[in-house]
């Protein structure tokens, strides 16, 4: 596997998953730039030394992907810094569990702009320059709740799916230039955003899972890099499902 000199961004990269994605692509070669919310800037020189301490030299930039402006700048600046990005890995992304009854405007609006609006903010200021030099590589993290929905998630479940709309219509935008666009949809993986779940609903679900356990972040690494690398030439517009079995289809 290889990515080698490639330039990567991985949105949300000092997340749970995003920092395993960090690791991988830059173990495999790339130059790798995370992306971090601007409330995260303060966490930013303990998270770069961390992955110095693992053989990995990654840079952040901070900005707010769930806006328009936010997304653009955050990726104008990438490129004025780094040069053109090869690869793009939209990881950021929240949860504002609660059912219907009491879904607020704001929990449905936080979400779609954060997990979905976003990859359309992220990816379109390099669409060009991507399709323009003929290489690409979009990933979008999505999740099994995007495939099956999940009792409290109207709003997570909606954006996760309506990520992978976009993956398929994008992969055929991209498809005769060199660009590809796929989607991976993680089960439940041991990060924060799971820690954050109530005990009793997370131990249920778990109880579910064929494997009977959560997946580790790097278990989501191995198939971003799958897709990323410079031979993974003929996959775009797929879905691949990395959760243990949770959900077979
Ligand atoms: N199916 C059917 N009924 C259910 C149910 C289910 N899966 N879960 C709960 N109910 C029922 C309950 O039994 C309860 O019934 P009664 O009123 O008759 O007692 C009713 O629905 C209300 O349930 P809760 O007590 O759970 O409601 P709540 O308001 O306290 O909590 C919630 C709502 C926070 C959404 C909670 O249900 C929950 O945490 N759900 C799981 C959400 C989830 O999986 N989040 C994943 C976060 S991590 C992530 O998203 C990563 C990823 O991509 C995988
Ligand atoms: P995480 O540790 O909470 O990471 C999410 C990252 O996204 C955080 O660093 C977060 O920054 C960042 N972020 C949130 N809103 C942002 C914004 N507006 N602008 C810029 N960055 C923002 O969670 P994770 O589990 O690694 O999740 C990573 C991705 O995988 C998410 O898209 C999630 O939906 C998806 N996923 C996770 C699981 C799972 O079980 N963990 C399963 C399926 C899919 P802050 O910390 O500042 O908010």
Known sequence: MSCRNKLAVVTGGMGGIGTAVC??????????VATCHPSEADRVDDWVKELQGKDAEVAV???????????ATLMNQIVEKFGP??????????????T??????????????TNLSSVFYVT????????????????NISSVNGQRGQFGQANYSAAKAGMHGFTMALAYEG???GVTVNTVSP???ETAMTAAMRDDVREAIVGGIPMRRMGQPEEIAQAVAFLADDE???????NLPVNGGLFIH
């Open 100 to 113: 219907m009854k009491k879904m607020t405007d704001e929990q449905w609006d936080a979400v779609i702009d």
């Open 175 to 177: 498809a005769a230039k």
């Open 23 to 32: 690791l991988r692509l830059a173990n495999e070669g790339a130059r790798v």
């Open 187 to 189: 089960g439940y993986i």
């Open 232 to 238: 993974s030439t003929y996959v775009t517009g797929a």
């Open 61 to 71: 930039v901070a900005g707010d992907v769930s806006t328009a402006e936010g997304g």
């Open 124 to 139: 379109q200021p390099i669409w060009t320059s991507m399709t323009e030099r003929g290489f690409g590589r979009i990933i």
């Open 85 to 98: 990005v090869d690869i793009l890995v939209n990881c950021a992304g929240i949860t504002r569990d609660s």
